[in-house]
């Protein structure tokens, strides 16, 4: 099965910046569409970020000119580089895997941006 395993996630203040990272095993990585996702509590879960294997982007309208997303296909991982976070970037953020009708979810991973 295809695993999906996030990193980087912690506690900022507002202002800062924080690197995300998801390790994919168990599949060829570069056939998936990679995104990153987040919920806040009492909140749909959102697309942030979505990136395919040709490297083709787009973004939340919240987060556009401060995140980025980037994968690197010879390790297997998807990055989201999060600057200037602000309160409401406050959530827990999932990394997915899609080809065609399937999905795959990482663990999640916290991310708190104090004011």
């Known amino acids: 099965q295809v695993q999906l395993v996030e990193s980087g996630g912690g506690l900022v203040q507002a202002g800062g910046s924080l690197r995300l990272s998801c390790a994919v095993s168990?599949?060829?990585?570069?056939?998936?569409?990679m995104g990153w996702y987040r919920q806040a509590p009492g909140k749909q879960r959102e697309k942030v970020a979505q990136i395919r294997s040709g490297s083709t982007s787009n973004y939340a309208d919240s987060v556009k000119g401060r995140f980025t997303i980037s994968r690197n296909n010879a390790n297997n991982t998807v990055y989201l580089q999060m600057n200037t976070l602000k309160s409401e970037d406050t959530a827990v953020y999932y990394c997915?895997?899609?080809?065609?009708?399937?999905?795959?979810w990482g663990q999640g991973t916290q991310v708190t941006v104090s004011s």
């Open positions: 997915n895997a899609a080809l065609g009708f399937t999905n795959y």
């Open positions: 168990g599949s060829i990585f570069s056939r998936y569409v």
